[in-house]
């Protein structure tokens, strides 16, 4: 079976930090490109960071470059975002995905 399984949301105020992990199983998580993905109340599905099969070539969008950090660990099939200077626009749902699967998500708020 596999599995998905965020972690590490939380309630936040505006500049600190969090990180997320995201522990897959039931599949090669190796084999995979792994994406964050996340959805604020209301609103669709915003992708936020891609890292490819090794780790070596991470994708992030605008509204978080510079900011966040994607990275994976193949041995702990554990994939994590490391997300500083936090905003309350970062309030989400977020979820981690390789695209054929989906997490259950964790949510992160951003306020003061």
């Known amino acids: 079976e596999v599995q998905l399984v965020e972690s590490g949301g939380g309630l936040v105020q505006p500049g600190e930090s969090l990180r997320l992990s995201c522990a897959a199983s039931?599949?090669?998580?190796?084999?995979?490109?792994m994406n964050w993905v996340r959805q604020a109340p209301g609103k669709g599905l915003e992708w936020v960071s891609s890292?490819?099969?090794?780790?070596?070539?991470?994708m992030y969008a605008d509204s978080v470059k510079g900011r966040f950090t994607i990275s994976r660990d193949n041995a702990k099939n554990t994939l994590y975002l490391e997300m500083n200077s936090l905003k309350p626009d970062d309030t989400s749902m977020y979820y981690c995905?390789?695209?054929?699967?989906w997490g259950q998500g964790t949510q992160v708020t951003v306020s003061s």
């Open positions: 039931g599949f090669t998580f190796s084999n995979y490109v």
């Open positions: 890292i490819n099969e090794g780790g070596g070539t991470t």
């Open positions: 995905t390789n695209l054929h699967y």
